[in-house]
């Protein structure tokens, strides 16, 4: 991707960003985003086939890095440390940008809801937690397949996590991170490593 590609791309997730901060995404066009963008209609959909996809990759984006930023260049850390360092990350990018996943979070959400897109994130987080030796196996039951089990338990944090997390987004500011960590370490199975 050259420069140029670069800057546009950049305008459009901030561009939609803003636009989904204030309106449910799914009532946001193309169009809408390219304007603010302040790019043409067609570069648009260089970059994205719809406003719920850049929406998604912004979002992905910048999640993405928070995790590498406290996974990937912390090796060293234990698994409380690490587990905390990414979970604050995530939670500080969710209340930066609170509005947008208020909405797509919520019960109307849609074809825009980021639930999906959260857990996803949170499932590749606990595979990598894994492979690095910071996060054991879940106990498997006599006679019960070890692999469905990982499979259910890792999908049951991931999801369990987004949906904590909205019902945070619905307290009052200022939300507590901190708070937020420690209803995580209760709803956490006991073989689960504390913050």
Do not use: C, K, N
Request: glycine share 8%.
């Amino acid at each position: 991707m050259d420069a140029r590609q670069r800057r546009s791309r950049a305008a459009l997730r901030a561009a939609v960003l803003q636009l989904a901060a204030e309106t449910p995404i799914a009532e946001v066009t193309a169009t809408d985003i390219a304007a603010a963008a302040g790019v043409h209609r067609t570069t648009f959909y260089q970059h994205a086939a719809s406003p719920v996809e850049l929406l998604l990759d912004a979002l992905g984006a910048e999640i993405d890095e928070a995790r590498q930023r406290t996974l990937g260049d912390h090796p060293e850390s234990s698994a409380a440390d690490a587990i905390d360092a990414v979970s604050r990350a995530v939670l500080e990018h969710i209340d930066h940008h609170a509005a947008v996943y208020r909405r797509g979070l919520g019960p109307a959400s849609g074809g825009g809801s980021l639930h999906r897109m959260l857990g996803d994130h949170f499932l590749t987080s606990i595979r990598l937690l894994r492979e690095q030796g910071r996060v054991g196996d879940a106990p498997v039951p006599a006679g019960a397949d070890h692999d469905y089990i990982q499979a259910s338990s890792d999908r049951h944090h991931a999801d369990g996590a987004a949906g904590a997390i909205a019902v945070w987004l619905d307290l009052p500011e200022p939300r507590s991170i901190d708070t937020f960590l420690q209803v995580l370490d209760v709803i956490q199975p006991p073989w689960w490593p504390r913050a």
